[in-house]
């Protein structure tokens, strides 16, 4: 045995024996490709969309270890979220969402580190979060006339818009009641156009477009020649209300919505536009040039626009071929009315007249992205797999044959669903990783029960040839990535006190103090090492207790806490920020508080009490 382990030794150190979880190492030490030594940070930011968490995860690429949880959704005592007055007037009256699609906003089709935009697809909401601080700053929502806002969020070139469509329908006017059986002539579904200012980043809905009940699934903003235009899948053309596994897949070809929204925000500039829930609603069939319809693959999922923006991919779950359309070919179809139809009043346009060439790149296809070296990457959801293929223009011998377009194909591990490259929806990609989400684990790692967590891989692409890396595990539930490099975000270090606008921050221990109001009591609190100021307030029982508390450091990373005792509160504030916590005494007695977050070597000794006496 002992001989054993020293022919395994040696093996290792020949790099004879693999690392495990198919990791690749490199040439010079036998560390992975991905390994980020001590001391040194990553190239790039990945932001996974949270899921059911309704949070955002924060990882470095290519390490893929997580750095940090971004609250958006759903309180978080370890970010103090949830609990202090400005977060939770922001939450208003859900405490948890969906996240599924992030995306960053850009400046001339490229990203540029101001904001990073999040959808609830169960509320009906988007958020706005500050790359500045990463923290959230806005949420909007529920979103008139809208339910279930799953196809956003999608970034306009120059982050003018937020784009957003339903996965659900309801009968308009939100809140009228129909029956479910008359689904098809009371239900609609929506496309929101989300007007974002440009200095502040504030949202506001500016238009919708009334679509006939589908589901709308993924979409895309064009860019370059489609730029002003955006796209979306459905599945469920055939309009079902009820076991839609079976009855929403009975057509051979669904619809994608091809949605010119510069016309649309043009309409509802120069024309009166019929509002409904305060929001002008277009209706495409009585404006001309605003929708068409696309007949796509059969329960299709993701549309992609290339970095060129010429090409708009599209995938069909149930069918083993990805569709090429031309958007010049598109233009051209829509000046010359080439349509086979159309629908509810909307044309169809004509498929033959569009296609570039459908592409068999396998079983399963989701969701397609780019690496801006002429090359695409496909998630194959049944093969657990990611197909590699080129985009146009093709040569006549690939036309006659278009599985020659597939250049390379990976497994991965297991069910992968979205997948990732650095700037691939942007027109400026970042072509050396892709990271490959996949849905399920599958016996991957340390066995935690019942819930397992999921799994992303990290496959080098700067090559001729995939290659596996390494992988990692995330909780539940990542839907889609972005990935934005390093050095475009410039986070703050700390809140300077000069640009401290909070009515109520104060930063000289004696300004510091309570008063009595109507309802209760306000203080006025600091804190800094290692101390509140003042560390005593006094209370009766019945009294909202207001306190509104300023971190008056000016150091990086000296962040305080405030915990109160059996009283359901922890507020976190950062350096130089002014946060108001408000909560209400019921029962007489002293209650300490403390600093939640360890601030310095006299961490335990920072602590005051709340006296609350009887009435």
């Known amino acids: 045995m002992q001989h054993f382990k020293l022919l395994f030794l040696a093996l290792l150190t020949l790099g004879l024996v693999g690392c495990g979880s198919g990791s690749s190492s490199s040439s010079d030490g036998g560390a992975p490709a991905s390994y980020v030594p001590p001391g040194e940070t990553d190239d790039y930011y990945l932001f996974y969309s949270g899921g059911h968490s309704g949070q955002v995860f924060v990882a470095g690429l290519p390490s893929l270890r997580e750095v940090q949880e971004i609250p958006v959704f759903t309180p978080s005592p370890g ?8 977060s939770k007037e922001m939450m208003g009256e859900y405490n948890w969402g969906d996240v599924h699609h992030p995306g960053l906003s850009k400046t001339d089709g490229v990203y540029d580190g101001r904001w990073l935009f999040v959808n609830d697809n169960a509320n009906n909401r988007v958020a706005r979060i500050s790359l500045k601080d990463f923290s959230t700053k806005q949420i909007l929502g529920p979103i008139p006339n809208s339910m279930g806002n799953h196809g956003s969020s999608f970034v306009t070139p120059n982050t003018e818009y937020l784009l957003v469509a339903t996965r659900f329908s309801v009968p308009l006017p939100k809140g009228r009641h129909a029956n479910v059986e008359d689904y098809q002539s009371e239900f ?25 009940p589908f589901n709308w699934d993924l979409g895309s903003t064009g860019k370059g020649p489609s730029d002003g235009w955006a796209f979306w899948t459905s599945y469920n053309t055939e309009m079902a209300h009820d076991s839609l596994e079976i009855n929403a897949s009975q057509r051979d070809r669904d619809f994608a919505a091809f949605v010119n929204w510069e016309r649309a925000a043009e309409i509802v500039e120069n024309q009166d536009v019929n509002t409904q829930n ?9 404006h001309e040039g605003v929708m068409y319809y696309v007949p796509v693959s059969k329960s299709p999922h993701g549309i992609d626009a290339s970095p060129s923006g010429r090409w708009i991919v599209a995938s069909g779950k149930l069918q083993p071929t990805t569709t090429v359309f031309d958007f010049e070919q598109v233009q051209t179809a829509i000046e010359n009315e080439d349509f086979q139809g159309e629908f509810r009043g909307v044309p169809v346009l004509n498929y033959d007249s569009i296609v570039e060439g459908e592409v068999p790149v396998g079983q399963g296809p989701l969701h397609t992205q780019y690496d801006g070296e002429g090359n695409a990457y496909t998630s194959l959801y049944i093969e657990s797999a990611v197909a590699k293929w080129s985009l146009p223009p093709w040569d006549e011998s690939t036309k006659e044959d278009m599985s020659q377009a597939v250049t390379d194909k990976i497994d991965v591990h297991y069910n992968i669903g979205h997948l990732v490259i650095p700037g691939s929806d942007s027109q400026e990609p970042y072509g050396d990783w892709l990271v490959a989400m996949n849905k399920l684990q ?29 992988e990692d595990y995330t909780r539940p539930e990542p839907h889609f990535a972005q990935v934005v490099p390093a050095d475009i975000i410039n986070p703050i270090e700390v809140h300077k006190q000069e640009n401290n606008d909070h009515p109520e921050a104060r930063w000289d221990p004696e300004n510091t103090g309570q008063t009595r109001t109507s309802d209760g009591v306000e203080v006025h609190m600091v804190s800094k090492r290692s101390q509140y100021y003042p560390d005593k307030i006094e209370a009766q029982v019945g009294d909202q207790v207001t306190i509104h508390l300023t971190n008056v450091e000016q150091v990086s990373d000296m962040i305080h806490g405030f915990g109160v005792a059996e009283h359901n509160m922890n507020g976190i504030v950062t350096p130089g920020e002014t946060k108001t916590l408000e909560f209400t005494v019921d029962e007489a007695g002293v209650y300490p508080f403390y600093c939640t977050n360890f601030c310095s070597a006299l961490h335990q000794e920072m602590q005051g009490y709340l006296e609350v006496q009887p009435r």
């Open 79 to 86: 970010h103090g979220y949830g609990f202090d007055k400005e």
């Open 188 to 212: 609609n579904g929506i496309v929101s156009g989300v007007e974002i200012d440009q200095e502040s980043g504030e949202m506001s809905v500016g238009w919708q477009v009334k679509t006939p």
């Open 278 to 286: 305060g929001v002008p609603l277009i209706d495409p069939a009585e």
């Open 442 to 470: 599958k016996d991957r790692g340390l066995n935690v029960g019942p819930e397992k967590p999921e799994t992303s891989q990290l496959i080098d692409i700067s090559g001729e040839e995939m290659e596996m890396i390494e």
